[in-house]
């Protein structure tokens, strides 16, 4: 999966959004999106991209 900035999450999304809270809602779907594929792994899972690599991908790092 591309997890580039700008494709999570995606750039086109957020340039239709023309208000503060309804942008906070895009990342708040975005990033569970993310996660619910992320989590529907069942063996390994794999992220890819380049760099710049998405801002969430900082939320799945395991401490």
Avoid: K, W
């Avoid at 995606?10 to 975005?30: K, M, P």
């Amino acid at each position: 999966m591309a997890c580039d900035d700008e494709i999570v999450p995606l750039q086109a999304r957020i340039e239709t959004v023309t208000d503060d809270s309804d942008l906070e809602e895009v990342h708040n779907t975005e990033r569970h999106l993310l996660y619910v594929a992320c989590t529907r792994a069942r063996v390994h899972l794999l992220v890819s991209g380049v760099e710049p690599a998405s801002e969430f991908l900082e939320d799945l790092q395991v401490p």
